[in-house]
């Protein structure tokens, strides 16, 4: 099952939840999902050096907000806010009738983001470098940024090689069938001279469930010394 199934979409509602947030009327629905797909087809077209991971969309209200993870958010907005702002008309083209908002959401770790991951090792591949090197760069990165396990998938005529193959490289541990497992996948498509190389690439970054009991943990204490602390002074006071 690990291998057949997006491990995002199989943990929708569980620990991930969608890139796409809106509830539509049957008749609205295809054209819904249509936009969507051009605004983001749009945004991957023209923002190719602002390293984009995913694009969220929600739609509240007659509003559209589209909200952009970037590793290079400065690219984005450019000097003075005219490119976000030609962005931001250019998106208002495609979803006609609607308020289009935009904001940009910095990754702070672009090592261990899976599809920056692909577009990285799919780069590379365009610039006719060894295939091993680059994944191999690229998984040392990942580790070093904390990443638990990493696997890579990459598909096609490597290296020139007149039949197609596929090359599998594993770091750690990448349990796919653990719905608790925080998976971030990616996919992405080198254009060789040779053909298409699709690349693959598997984040396994921890325990969501524990990181978020942990979280729960951390708020409880902090809150319950700001309440012990608040009885002392007012203790003090009264002395």
């Known amino acids: 099952m690990g291998q057949k199934v997006n491990p995002t979409s199989v943990r929708l509602g569980f620990i991930k939840d969608s890139t796409s947030r809106w509830f539509a009327r049957h008749a609205d629905f295809g ?4 936009e969507d797909y051009k605004i983001r087809k749009h945004i991957k077209n023209q923002l190719k050096a602002a390293a984009v ?6 739609r509240v209200a007659g509003k559209v907000k589209i909200r952009i993870h970037s590793a290079r958010p400065g690219v984005i907005i450019g000097r003075h806010g ?13 979803v006609k009738d609607k308020e289009v908002v935009v904001d940009i959401e910095e990754v ?35 580790v070093s940024s904390g990443a638990k ?3 890579v998938c990459v598909a096609g005529r490597l290296g020139g090689a007149e039949i197609a193959r596929t090359q599998v490289y594993k770091w750690g541990s990448i349990p796919l069938q ?29 325990d969501a469930l524990l ?24 203790s003090e006071a009264k002395a």
């Not at 005219?82 to 495609?94: G, V």
């Open 82 to 94: 005219a490119d976000i702002e030609k962005l931001t008309n250019d998106l208002r083209d495609i």
């Open 178 to 206: 653990t719905f608790r497992a925080d998976i971030d996948y990616g996919f992405t498509e080198a254009h060789t001279r040779y053909g298409l190389i699709g690349v693959k690439v598997w984040v396994y970054k921890g």
């Open 31 to 34: 054209l819904y999902l249509e």
């Open 108 to 142: 702070k770790s672009p090592s261990i983001e899976s599809q920056l991951i692909a577009e990285n090792i799919a780069f590379q591949l365009e610039k006719r470098v060894a295939f091993r090197r680059a994944i191999k760069r690229a998984m040392d990165q990942a």
């Open 53 to 58: 991971s995913k694009v969220t969309i929600d």
């Open 211 to 234: 990181e978020k009991l942990r979280e729960d943990r951390k708020k409880q204490e902090e809150a319950a010394q700001g309440k012990a602390e608040g009885k002392t002074e007012g």
């Open 149 to 151: 396990g990493i696997k």
